[in-house]
């Protein structure tokens, strides 16, 4: 029986899920791994907020996480403490110290991926992220180990849940977004400051993750488009409902067969027959394609202390697997077979577009005119009928079409009078096989 | 770079798949991994046949398996056969001699599943068999390593393709059990004599690998119930669309706090609101719920040379990283926190009764006071108006009740004269939080 010493910085919402299911399901893991875990020392910014998650008769506390890094009786750091600099530093000393690291911090990855799992690899030590991305769904074992085989071909992800559940309220309910909002809020599916979530930047830092393990290279987190959901107009949830769609933030990464990888992160129109359109409150899901195995799609809750436990626990039982044979995983590492970006402009989509219309004949051909000279087909037209006024509107929905060119149409037709203002344009994903 | 020799007994339908991707997507996965593999030999009944999948002036053809056994350029034996005895001889000797195992032979598992993870493990060899079930979908890897940290309180899987093709055939278009499967078998997704697939065999034989990864024990074939897809009314189905429900094979693994498992693949009522019921055509999919993450989802192609040589290339590539560190890693070893079988007439559900019932007042009552004595709650009645005769259909949706009771109901209620035949029943899941 081999055990292994675990110290734990950040004893919040997720480090003491972990304390908890680690001592809770302590039997069942030992007997399906032969590894003991003990947590021998805590981080914390209060040690006395540590009664009740640990025993601090037997776990160190401590305010300086440092101390866990040069600790020789902790053998995997577990970093859960937010921000970047100190969990920076932390996995640095702790790698270079020959312990194993497993960290849930996106923001951090986003931004130091490459570094840090350059030198883990450099250290030869297991660098488990699992948690980082949707919680507690499997799925960055499943992009670097399961489904090793496959040039992935495309990911598109539902992976915030505080995005998720107020896009599901506002579709199923007809709420305001600030109603929804303060839905969140009140449920804990939202911070104080949504700020990060509902503007898409939570969902980034996933996307930079899951491009890295597809597609072996760390997106800069400044070339992945990001646009949020607190501008969505109610309107266009109506129609997305008329029209046999559901409004989803969806993060995508899509190869081309030049080695291009495009990512982004936006709401988009996603038809009612898929499942992502059925993934409701603040669940996780997300659809990956490979060229060997088709369609696949993993989904579960994405957030919340028990179930990014269940990520964190897994990583740190792959870390001991790893020490314990003495080589590191293969980390889904860098490689150059893609490494180029696909700037957003060239990114290829059908689209919906609303405009606020002149109700004067005339005026459809007028703006058909504009996407004709742009090359963009245009594959239905709809006039909802009751909205009198000297401005109606009008949705389109485009065919295939660079983004670049769509917004240039659309930039065309607003300075030729027949529109009241800017138009709404939100992408469709239509999952084509 | 560490090279594998690979010898593949089986060039068929995955055996090609897998010999294919190999060479297809070869610099990829040794990007990714830092290993080679070459195949070095296969194992097929007539060689000539090899032609067009493997290079015969760099690959051995054979037409004895165990050849490859003995063949010391191999290190990782891939075992594509079918059948059960051969197979079993070509793993226990490649085993023994240091040899790691990857198999899709999920018959031969629920046979001896047992004998020959405990062989593995004995010899400190991987063995993998990722593609035994779910086939693309990384489902195996997700219960012993993803979800390592979870009792895993329910596994809901549609785990048949072809099964789930002919059931949705029906349900989509009305057609027969008959035309339905002629369909299947045009399309290659039935054999020619369907047996094993659609009196829920194969399905059992999974759901033996899935209740040994998730419990730790091998639940004896025989003791799981199963019930196939053939003799289902088509009445059934127009009944279950009509209340809100769509009727697919689910395999069931379940554990209860006693630490009893319960085991059995039956027809079943999914509600229309689960995503299980939305997966159609030959698509797979598992619905897994621990007591850490929740529930989650895990959805894809359970067949086909492709996605199941997905899930045999990365066994192929975990066993070689096995090897590389010279440690097995942890199968789901046997162990003994659940190991009591909960017999299948002691397992509880909410049932779908459609008898034929005489139509005449009275007859309700006297079939309501049957069910009462047997503690039976009724939660709904319901009798389609537009059956003509002395007989018609009368629907009732009980409560929860153990099996055994509501078959001694439905054998009491025959005896009484007010039904023209023997009951029909069918297990409702609804997935209650």
Redesign the interface.
């Known amino acids: 029986m081999e055990t292994f010493g675990i110290g734990i910085a950040g004893l919040g919402v997720v480090g003491s899920g972990v304390a908890k299911?680690?001592v809770k399901?302590a039997?069942?893991?030992t007997?399906?791994?032969?590894f003991k875990f003990e947590i021998k020392a805590a981080a914390l910014r209060d040690p006395a907020l540590a009664h009740g998650i640990v025993d601090p008769s037997k776990v160190k506390l401590t305010t300086n996480s440092m101390e866990l890094a040069n600790d020789p009786s902790i053998h995997i750091i577990v970093e859960l403490m937010g921000g970047t600099d100190a969990p920076r530093t932390l996995i640095q000393e702790s790698l270079k110290n020959g312990k194993a690291v497993v960290t849930a911090n996106k923001a951090l990855l986003a931004e130091c991926g490459e570094e840090l799992t350059a030198l883990a690899a450099h250290h030869r030590k297991p660098f488990g992220f699992?948690a980082s991305v949707a919680g507690?769904?499997?799925v960055l074992?499943?992009l670097r180990?399961?489904?090793?085989?496959?040039?992935i071909l495309s990911i598109h992800g539902i992976v915030n849940g505080t995005c998720n559940y107020i896009l599901s309220q506002i579709a199923q309910t007809g709420s305001t977004y600030g109603a929804a909002l303060a839905e969140a809020q009140k449920l804990g599916f939202a911070e104080a400051d949504p700020t990060l979530d509902v503007e898409g930047f939570d969902a980034m830092h996933k996307t930079v993750v899951l491009a890295a393990l597809a597609h072996?290279f760390w997106i800069p987190q400044e070339m992945v488009h990001v646009q949020g959901i607190s501008k969505l107009a109610s309107e266009d949830f109506a129609f997305a409902k008329m029209l046999g769609y559901t409004i989803k933030l969806i993060a995508t990464v899509k190869s081309h067969p030049d080695g291009a990888v495009e990512a982004h992160v936006q709401p988009t129109f996603v038809p009612n027959r898929h499942?992502l359109a059925?993934v409701s409150s603040s669940f996780n899901?997300l659809a990956i394609k490979?060229?060997?195995?088709?369609?696949?799609?993993?989904?579960?809750?994405g957030a919340?202390s028990?179930?990014t436990?269940?990520?964190v626990?897994?990583d740190i039982?792959?870390a001991a697997?790893?020490l314990?044979?003495?080589?590191a995983?293969?980390l889904?590492?860098t490689?150059?077979?893609y490494a180029k970006i696909k700037p957003y402009e060239e990114t290829m989509a059908p689209y919906y577009i609303r405009l606020g219309a002149l109700d004067k004949p005339g005026t459809l051909a007028t703006i058909a005119q504009v996407f004709a000279a742009h090359q963009i087909g245009i594959s239905s037209v709809f006039q909802p009928k009751d909205h009198p006024g000297d401005f109606v509107p009008l949705i389109l929905l485009c065919d295939t079409a660079p983004e670049r060119d769509v917004r240039l149409a659309l930039a065309g037709i607003a300075g030729l009078g027949v529109v009241n203002g800017p138009a709404t344009a939100i992408r469709l994903e239509e999952f084509a096989p």
Request: no cysteine; charged share 15%; glycine share 18%.
């Open positions: 299911n680690l399901n039997e069942l893991i007997q399906r791994t032969g699992e507690g769904i499997p074992k499943a180990e399961g489904l090793v085989a496959n040039n072996g499942v059925s899901a490979g060229d060997v195995v088709g369609e696949t799609l993993f989904y579960g809750r919340g028990d179930p436990a269940s990520a626990i897994a039982v792959d697997a790893a314990s044979g003495g080589h995983p293969h889904g590492a490689h150059s077979l």
